[in-house]
DNA sequence: CGGGACGGTATAGATTGTATACTGGTATCT
DNA sequence: AGATACCAGTATACAATCTATACCGTCCCG
């Protein structure tokens, strides 16, 4: 089998796959359907500062890749739900080691970005 | 210890970090420089698609945050070499995680997708 | 019938990304 | 010496994406 895919070439299918996954706010919505599935307003207030527009059209493209389900659930009050498809869940291992990273580099960061800044 | 940052908040600093690693071509430069450090030109050919532009900002970026370092050889001929630093190096893992993920369900994306648009 | 929660749309503006062409310096070929 | 080519980018114009802010229709509760 070895690799059929390199992302490296541009007509790779696999660039669009990495398009998507790199999307402003993909990491988070994954993360945030770690645990359990949640409604659209539950993800507008976990993931701080996200658009009711960019959450909308985000979710609309990870759900066209599979990579979430969208439920209306007809009970009263009515209301929709969104989880993690498998595809998606298998998404999670890789993007919670790129979310972990971020939480713990951030003084490194912070510091190569201020000695940067008094070189100047 | 434990967590001091949490990405989900909007006015977290690890919300910048993310926002940097998740850009465009970061994922393509630092596997990029995987192996070897590289020269612009090397990278732009190994890179397929990108635009000089693209790559000019993205290596300031990386630069500006630690993760690349950029060093003039004044050899015969001069060039400039790329370099991922410790930093840098420690996000190969994560990432390449994320490549692999990416090359691998190629096939599952694109079944999902198409599945999406005869459901139309 | 008034008001609020839910799940979004609409519109406009700012930011970011892409395509394509070009530049200035050095080296090599003839 | 002149032409050509490589290197490391810039410049410019255009297109796609993201953000802020406001608004909408449906359903339920009182």
Redesign the pocket.
Known sequence: MGKAYNIMAATCPSRTVLHRIG???TVFIVNALDNRPM????LKAHIR????????????AMEYDGLIS?TE?PA???????ALTDLGRSLLAPLRAVREWAESHVPDIERARAQADAQR
């Open positions: 999307a402003r706010w409604r659209f307003t539950e500062g996200i658009t009711p527009k960019a959450l909308t059209e985000t979710l609309r969208r659930i009263n009050p009515p209301h929709v739900e969104y």
